[in-house]
């Protein structure tokens, strides 16, 4: 099964021109229909947010991050750090 890729996806720089030319989504609509690509104002809308936050589909991560992506594993017997440590100085302070 492939994974999901929106149609929308070629047309994202028309979109994103669009808006900052300050056209409504509407517009934008009938922009995508004069090119022959049929949505609606609500899709344009949700695919805008998200590629705007996300600009590639869970699991679609650009090439070039995958090949400079370091793996880092950690040690099997690592102790965190404790926030706050007791010596047998300190009791003298409890006492």
């Known amino acids: 099964m492939k994974p999901f890729h929106s149609k ?3 047309h994202y ?3 994103k021109s669009l808006r900052r030319h300050r056209k409504t989504w509407q517009e934008i609509v009938d922009a995508l229909a ?8 609500s899709a344009v ?6 590629h705007s936050k996300r600009p590639h589909p869970i699991g679609w991560e650009d090439e070039n991050i995958k090949e400079n992506a370091v793996a880092v594993k950690p040690t099997p017997n690592q102790k965190k750090n404790p926030r706050f ?10 006492e």
């Open 8 to 10: 929308l996806n070629p």
């Open 13 to 15: 720089d028309l979109i």
């Open 34 to 41: 004069a090119i022959g690509m049929k949505t609606g104002q």
């Open 45 to 50: 809308l949700e695919f805008y947010k998200r």
């Open 85 to 94: 440590t007791f010596s047998k100085e300190d009791s003298d302070i409890l």
